[in-house]
């Protein structure tokens, strides 16, 4: 049974930072580029930043670019995701995710399998 498990979230102040952390199990982690996405009240989810499967190459959406770092540890089979700079706008529930083959990165179809979500509130 695969699991995504994410964490780290929490309630900070605009300019603060965040590290969240998404563990899986059941699955051959390095086989498996890793993203995040996060959908905020009333919004569809949106893409935030991808990890192909060795770490050599990272995605991320113009509105993080700069801000957010993604970054993988497969021995340990968990994928980061270290946010600088946070702004109220990226209040939001984040997810990861897990997907294999042919990827654009950005497309949430093209993951398999998905986290519940950690919730990430930023106040001005």
């Known amino acids: 049974q695969v699991q995504l498990v994410e964490s780290g979230g929490g309630l900070v102040q605009a300019g603060d930072s965040l590290r969240l952390s998404c563990a899986a199990s059941?699955?051959?982690?390095?086989?498996?580029?890793m993203g995040w996405f996060r959908q905020a009240p009333g919004k569809e989810r949106e893409f935030v930043s991808a990890?192909?499967?060795?770490?050599?190459?990272?995605y991320y959406a113009d509105s993080v670019k700069g801000r957010f770092t993604i970054s993988r540890d497969n021995a340990k089979n968990t994928v980061y995701l270290q946010m600088s700079s946070l702004k109220p706008e990226d209040t939001a529930v984040y997810y990861c995710?897990?997907?294999?083959?042919?990827?654009?990165?950005?497309?949430?179809?093209?993951?398999?399998?998905w986290g519940q979500g950690t919730q990430v509130t930023v106040s001005s």
């Open positions: 995710a897990a997907g294999s083959g042919g990827l654009t990165y950005s497309r949430s179809s093209e993951y398999r399998y």
């Open positions: 059941g699955l051959t982690f390095s086989n498996y580029a």
């Open positions: 990890i192909r499967w060795n770490g050599r190459s990272s």
